[in-house]
């Protein structure tokens, strides 16, 4: 068997699913190249490549010759769409702070552990894999025709249902900050739409209503690609302290370090910072600087002010004295801030 003789009588549909592909595939070359090297960014960056596969994955099937040819290639790029919920899951749990990052990757170990079994399932053909030819869609794979091949689609559908659901309740929790409340938003609703594709057109049409499914999950993953780019451009992607892969040692100075967003709102506190402000274990995120900060008299609070003005207009200060009031005494404090992004 021959595994390269592909036809041209679907190439539109061809290109349909494959310049998609590598546009995901371009934007996870932009991802690794021009942020700063954590989790969070490398789990977006693999959450991206696996979207890109399962297109390429789509858009090979569009030009095979035959069956065999195109079961051959469906168990190459298996991968893409069985990786594509956990690496959903993660990247939810690491954007909304739902658990620190270590022990994100300890908890997700028991998604991904699966997802390596799946795909040594599916690619020694356990169960028969059965492909029904389309004129536009070319070779479909129905996964409708056997129970464990049901399962496996309904794990990747109830991950990424989870993962949508800690997106929008994230989103939810920053509406009061526009900036990164709708940024979060917007990446919540490009992976919401093929959570969607997926769930409609390639489990419920063939297996509640016994129809043929359309694999058009793969096409909805460009909305995933086009809300990222964005919030890379106009809302950034990610905030502060996602960007920060030093917070352990930001919480060992014996000083206090407080970032806000151009709209004053918290995005990040040391550990030093929360004791010396007696913040206890207080959600910063929906607060504004100014909620938390208790100035020894006016004129501190306005040169306060206008300082943090200053910087978010990508100006510098440097050892500005001001005076606070924390538990009831009187604190002079000396204040130095710059632009960070």
Known sequence: ????DFTVGNI????????PGLTGLGLVIYILVSFPRNRLVNVFGLLTLAGSIWQFSDSIARICANETMADFWDGVFCIGWLFFGPLAIHFSLLYSKAVKSNMATLLLGMIYVPAFGFVSIYNMHIFPHHFTFFKFWGWVNNH????LDIFMMSWVGIQLIIATAILFIYSYKLREDKSLGFQSLIIAIGLAIPTTGLIVFQFMLPVVFKTDAVPVTSYLITFLSISTVTALYKYKLFSLSE????ELVLDELPVAVISITDTGAISYVNKYGIEFLALGDTDLQQKHLSGVLNYASNEYMASFTSACSQVIQGGFVKNLESSLVISDQTYFVSVSASPLI
């Open 1 to 4: 068997m021959n595994y390269f």
């Open 12 to 19: 539109n549909a061809f290109y349909f699913a494959f310049i």
């Open 144 to 147: 409708h025709q056997d129970q």
């Open 243 to 246: 960007l920060i892969d030093s």
